[in-house]
């Protein structure tokens, strides 16, 4: 239980006290009525003895009681009625609240820390109007009156006749048989008769003979003058006089009390109620039952006209008018006006003097006769009455349960029974104090009323038996406790009477907490809570509530607090209170039991105690505490079922409804649902992008659809970087960064982002909603402030400060109806249309939430009729806001950074609106989705200005340039309209005779004419736009051709155009556009080419060397693509040294045709340019050869055959540039290597075009398109597409330490072998007479010729190499006659010959291949021998004639 103000030592005797009645004549209640007061109320601020009193008891020792406190009330001929108490202690209840300011007190259990009012003192005053309202009642006798006061005044005519008559009616009362209440405790009560004299109007002197002759009449024991009034009421108050009434008058009276709104008794004033109804002395009734009106019916009799049963209709009653009244007349009364200090004195002495003189000399009295009676009763009686029960029931009484008594509870003693007797000694002696003596009386008692089986009486005597013990000083025996269990359970179940009951329990249970007792005490209190028995028609609400929270109290009070058990009786407790109609306790409780619950993760006990919290908030019109409430049931992670969601949801409305309608002109609440995530809030700058109509396709750009990848933002943010870094001269200018028209939680957010005035700002919003029912968000908008500037740097910008919506600077898009279904994660999109420059802040959404009527899927699935056509019926719905608040990235790099959270900014929501810019959209028309390896398509491209501002320095970068080209300078002016039929050649051709086939044909290109000359970044192309402008509105059409890359696959090509305005921008310096093509490529041709040299030197221009080149086509196309067949149709090279002259092929067939898996092979004679042609226009100029195998020339030095040539030439340039370049050796063994490496090296560059013939929809479609091959080294396999490594199979590893890892200075075979051709020329065959002459001599001519540009010093040496015996038989048959070994030196390009003779002796085939050939640089040391193995045989056939 909770802390009371009165220990349970000073509890008891005041809840127990001699009772005094009080007669007074009109005239004396005329005198204290000037002070406002009844007789009785005047005494009851002094009613308590100041100092200790003694008595003596009946065995003569001296008793000493301390404090007594005695009650004096008006006579009052009729019970009060349970209606009346119930409203009584209903409006004490409400009455007493927290005192506002309280400290609470803190209590930490375990991981609980709860803050708890200490003290209850609504609980401490329903306790004292309890008891002391209890009616008197026959089976005890502690509330019957034991003397009554008579009252005359001195100014009576005749006093002394007064008194007479006072005292006729009293005896009358006590002894009429008319007249069952009051009771009186016994026959003769003693009469006190006092003369009251008011000093400010009476007459001293008369109202002193009137006191003698009392005296005299009545013995001065019995009298007393009291004089009141020393001052007149109506004298201004000079001194503040106390006034020590009003606290014992609020108790139990209504009319100081505030106007509770919860109480539930209203009580309806009938017209002879009237201002002091409550007060328990009234004063101004009428005349009842034939009384004077100094006897009135008890001030808890309710009018006749009222019925508390029907008088509650919920919380929001009306209250009585004579209340409101009452109310108003009081309030500025003032107690003991006329009353001074000196007065109060006399009041407290005449109190001190009735119980000295009178009162206790009467109990003192009364227990010695009592006690007289019963021992002189006692031999006989009981000696009687035992022997009667032993001759009918012989010797043993046997126990008898209690529930075996119950029909013998209505046994009734008359009032001269000696049990009573007993029991009136008993009570006696407990009111003053005497407890041994009470307890021994009370136990006597018991065992006397047991054994009668009178029930009723005998709980009774148990109950203050055990109060008796537990106070008796010294605590000679413990405090029977079962003796309290036994009284309680025979009031409840025996007696029915609930009153008893809870008085014994609220006895009990302060004893049990003074003990420190707290589990029985809250074992007890909650045993009558538990009962749903009603007091005499009431219903036991608010006494059960009371009683649950002192439990609760109990449990936390324990010496290690039960904290789960306090919420779990303090939510009961609040129900109860709830259901009393005491909605203020109720919430109290609530909140209290909150403290436990919150945050435990028991949601369901949660949302019970919020939404009641909300509920009893809301009734008592705590608006803004029923909002909190029900907003934590909404957002908090609900495991509530669906409907009762639903409820919440609407209740919550209902009170964001009332709250709104309270201040309409506040600001915009913050609606809790439903959730947005704000990190997850996505900016786009610009329009959406537009659908594909027909054969257009617009750019794909960037748009709020795609997925964020960070690997394909990182390449789109280098494309930027190359192109700008093209613009700025090969710089990046250190102020960029790359433009973002996309914002999201991975884009770099630190800088405020641009947007552009008249182009929408669409923001995506991410809404969550936890609940299981759907939720209809209506006019749902940005909220958003804005700052007009101007950026042209003016110094008299003028800044206003626009917070609300001002279409005509920024337009809000307003979505009319979003519908978010349970438990679903959606995004909204916004937007808004800035038509003036400046500051932009996005603040958050503006909406209604409402809710659906009726549980609603809107899948279509059982949606209410009206669902799809977007218009759902809200059942409520209230304007709110959310804001839109994003923490930026967790900041860490310096150490302050890394120790310490600190967060970034985060500005996607505060863009800057600047100036107008052009604004580029793209268009693609009759794109390929599919190609072949190779293939070429012609495509257009439309670039149109949407925008009011002309645009310039249009490019275009892809990491794949070689995917495209735009046509070079020699591009023919193809018309511009896409609407060329399909089997128009995508190359510029001639026609030529068919004689000039095998011949090539010869024209010549500079790379500069094909876009490839800007710089180091073959990537950023310019877009040919005519005059480089594109003015507002204006449309331009370009063809683009396009080759499928050489691999087959899906291939997505970014293509990244950039712009820039006419009229320079300080913000924004350019913009840009994307596209990604996605082209799939199936297989078409393997190319595969070597070149080596031929050996013969006949040819027309007499030096400078032969080439073979030797090509494999091979058709790989598996007929996926519904291909036939490829035609070769013409081979060109291009090359600056290099070009093919004619094709070698023997076969006739002129047509080279490849079916599936077919496989072609062609040879081609190269030969050196002219030394004229190669060298007209720097090393740029390219030669380009045509050989034909049809009747049409493909002119491939013209656009597109030589763009793409080009495009792959610099991108395998790119990749060679790529590898990683070896290690600085030896400068000077360098030098000769790279010399003899340039003999085998060769640039020649073969292009293969093709067509193919494919039947599509059964037509007939021809394709074409063409493949590089790029020859770098004499001997080496080329391939026109890119080989796949080889995975190194595995090794064991070694361990050894590393050589010294220089690069080998020797040059390989297959470079030495090239640093000097040799060739033989001799007759094929020779006839000789060997019969004439046995020896042949056949001349021979050895040509050696340096490939390289350097001076070259040769040995030739003839001698046979003897290396095996089957050398020996191949060349032991002939000789060579002369010199065996030549010394020469080769000066640059020189042909030397040597004239040679070989000699046979025998008819056969020989190889005339054995002169070895050892060659050195002229200015190195070193000798390489020239390995001529890989050169042809030299046969020579020797006949005889």
Known sequence: MAQCVQSVQELIPDSFVPCVAALCSDEAERLTRRNHLSFAELLKPFSRLTSEVHMRDPNNQLHIIKNLKIAVSNIITQPPQPGAIRKLLNDVVSASQPAEGLVANVITAGDYDLNISATTPWFESYRETFLQSMPA?????????????????????????????????????????????PKWFIPNTLKYYVLLHDVSAGDEQ????????????????????????????????????????????????????????????????????????????????????????????????????????????????????????????????????????????????????????????????????????LISRKGLSRSLFSATKKWFSGSKVPEKS?????????????????????????????????????????????????????????AGALEMAAVSAFLQPGAPRPYPAHYMDTAIQTYRDICKNMV??????????????????????????IRLTSEQNTWKGMDSDLRSALLLEQAAHCFINMKSPMVRKYAFHMILAGHRFSKAGQKKHALRCYCQAMQVYKGKGWSLAEDHINFTIGRQSYTLRQLDNAVSAFRHILINESKQSAPQQGAFLREYLYVYKNVSQLSPDGPLPQLPLPYINSSATRLFFGHDRRPADGEKQAATHISL????????????????????????KGVIPSNFHPIQYCLNSYSDNSRFPLAVVEEPITVEVAFRNPLKVPLLLTDLSLLWKFQPKDFSGMDNEEVKELVTGEPKMIGTEVVSEFLINSEESKVARLKLFPHHIGELHILGVVYNLGTIQGSVTVDGIGALPGCHTGKYSSSMSVRGRQDLEIQGPRLNNTKEEKTSIKYGPDRRLDPIITEEMPLLEVFFIHFPTGLLCGEIRKAYVEFVNVSKCPLTGLKVVSKRPEFFTFGGNTAVLTPLSPSASENCSAYKTVVTESTSMCTALISSASSLDFGIGIGSQPEVIPVPLPDTVLLPGASVQLPMWLRGPDEEGVHEINFLFYYESVKKQPKIRHRI?????????????????????????????????????????????????????????????????????????????????????????????AVRCKEKEAVTQSSEKYTFADIIFGNEQIVSSASPCADFFHRSLSSELKKSRAQPSVHKVKQSLEDAVRVIQKCSEVDLNIVILWKAYVVEDSKQLILEGQHHVILHTIGKEAFSYPQKQEPPEMELLKFVRPENTTVSSRPSVEQLSSLIKTSLHYPESFNHPFHQKSLCFVPVTLLLSNCSKADVDVIVDLRHKTTSPEALEIHGSFTWLGQTQYKLQLKSQEIHSLQLKACFVHTGVYNLGTPRVFAKLSDQVTVFETNQQNSMPALIIINNV
């Open 500 to 525: 008893l009951a809870e008085r014994c329990v609220l006895l009990s249970a302060e004893i049990l907490k003074s003990q420190s007792k707290y589990s029985e005490a809250a074992a007890l209190l």
């Open 1073 to 1165: 556009l994307r596209h990604t093509a996605v082209i799939c490529t199936s297989r078409s041709l393997n190319v595969r080419a070597t070149v080596c040299r031929s050996n013969s030197l006949e040819d027309e221009e007499g030096r400078g060397g032969n080439m073979l080149v030797f090509v494999d086509v091979e058709n790989i196309n598996t007929s996926e693509a519904g291909v036939k067949e490829f035609h070769i149709v013409q081979v060109s090279s291009s090359s600056k040294h290099w070009k093919l002259q004619k094709s070698v092929n023997l076969s006739e067939n002129k047509d080279a045709k490849l079916a599936s898996r077919e496989k072609g092979k062609f040879c081609f004679k």
């Open 137 to 181: 009642s026959d089976h005890e006798f502690l509330n019957h009156y034991l003397a009554c006061m008579l009252v005359a005044s001195s100014s009576e005519a005749e006093p002394v006749e007064q008194f007479s008559k006072l005292s006729q009616e009293q005896h009358r009362i006590q002894h009429n048989s008319d007249y069952s209440y």
């Open 206 to 373: 008369r109202a002193d003979s009137v006191y003698e002759e009392m005296k005299q009449k009545y013995g001065t024991q019995c009298c007393y003058l009291l004089k009141i009034n020393s001052r007149t009421s109506n004298r201004a108050s000079d001194e503040q006089i106390p006034d020590p009434w009003s606290q014992y008058l609020q108790k139990n009276s209504i009319q100081n009390q505030e106007s509770y709104e919860d109480g539930p008794y209203a009580i309806t004033a009938n017209k002879n109620s009237d201002s002091n109804l409550f007060s328990l002395d009234g004063l101004d009734n009428e005349v009842k039952d034939g009384l004077p009106n100094n006897f009135r019916t008890h001030s808890l009799q309710l009018d006749q006209s009222s019925d508390p049963s029907n008088s509650f209709d919920g919380p929001d009653h009306v209250k009585s008018s004579s209340s409101h009244e009452t109310k108003k007349t009081n309030t500025g009364i003032i107690h003991g006006a006329c009353l001074t200090l000196t007065d109060h004195d006399r009041i407290r002495q005449f109190i001190q003097e009735f119980t000295f003189r009178g009162l206790l000399p009467h109990i003192e009295k009364t227990i010695r006769q009592l006690n007289d009676q």
């Open 402 to 458: 209690i529930n075996e008594l119950k029909n013998t509870s209505g046994l009734l003693y008359p009032p001269e029974a000696p049990e009573l007797q007993i029991r009136k000694m008993a009570d006696l002696c407990f009111l003053v104090q005497h407890y041994d003596l009470a307890y021994s009386c009370y136990h006597t008692a018991k065992k006397d009323f047991l054994n009668d089986q009178a029930m009723l009486y005998a």
């Open 705 to 728: 659809d795609q997925e964020y990848d960070s690997e394909s933002s990182q390449q789109w943010r280098e494309l930027e970087e190359q192109v700008v870094a093209v613009v700025n």
